[in-house]
Nanobody, 124 residues
Framework: QGQLVESGGGSVQAGGSLRLSCTAS????????IGWFRQGPGKERELVAA????????YYTDSAKGRFTISRDNAKKTVYLQITSLKTEDSAMYYC?????????????????WGQGTQVTVSS
């Protein structure tokens, strides 16, 4: 069973920044598309950003444009999510997941192989 491991979450004050990491244990878990999702208290899980790990093409949902940046380091099999100007409403569990080829990066329902998540808590 493949595995994606998220890290980098924590407790920060509003206005701060965090960089989350999603590291794959196998090449096959890193191929094609990796997406970052979040699920806040009482909310449904939502896709925020995605990336083609090979070509590096990036995609963002409307809620993520402007403050979120997704990137990858292929040598480390790691996808990052940088979040700046954090707001209290960004507090959530953040997950990464992979989508097989052919991937539709912004189709959240097509992702699988979920990590365990990393918690982000933003205080005012």
């Amino acid at each position: 069973q493949g595995q994606l491991v998220e890290s980098g979450g924590g407790s920060v004050q509003a206005g701060g920044s965090l960089r989350l990491s999603c590291t794959a244990s196998r090449d096959t878990d890193y191929e094609n598309c990796i997406g970052w999702f979040r699920q806040g208290p009482g909310k449904e899980r939502e896709l925020v950003a995605a990336i083609y790990t090979g070509a590096g093409f990036t995609y963002y949902t409307d809620s993520a444009k402007g403050r979120f940046t997704i990137s990858r380091d292929n040598a480390k099999k790691t996808v990052y999510l940088q979040i700046t100007s954090l707001k209290t409403e960004d507090s959530a569990m953040y997950y990464c997941a992979r989508q097989s080829w052919p991937c539709a990066p912004l189709s959240g329902g097509r992702y699988d192989n979920w990590g365990q998540g990393t918690q982000v808590t933003v205080s005012s």
